[in-house]
């Protein structure tokens, strides 16, 4: 069974320049290497990634680090399965149930 406190979140935070043609581009660019990383957009500028390891985390930074724009700034956030069961989340005044981890099933 895999362990709450092993298993990871990875959220990547950005914010990008889009001023120009070029920083547009680049934004767009590195939101598509985000979606093909396998993230998925939680808003606009932050994308989340469950992760069953800290060697696939550690292997995304690199892979999101490689794919950084020129410009602007990215943090990326990472935390076990059993600190995001504690967030909190609202949709407008409405508070959401805690998010699941995926089931084992959906992981391989």
Known sequence: MLSGYRLMWMVVM???PVVEKAE???ATGFRNTLLDLGFE?????VYMR?????TQVDTLCRNVELA???????????FTDKQYERAITFHG???QPGQKAPDQ???F
């Open 41 to 45: 957009m939680s808003q606009f500028s």
């Open 24 to 26: 547009r581009r680049a």
């Open 50 to 54: 469950f992760c069953t390891s800290q």
């Open 93 to 95: 005044q409405r508070r």
């Open 14 to 16: 950005f914010d990008l």
């Open 105 to 107: 099933f959906d992981l």
């Open 68 to 78: 950084l724009p020129s410009g602007g700034k990215v943090h990326i956030f990472q």
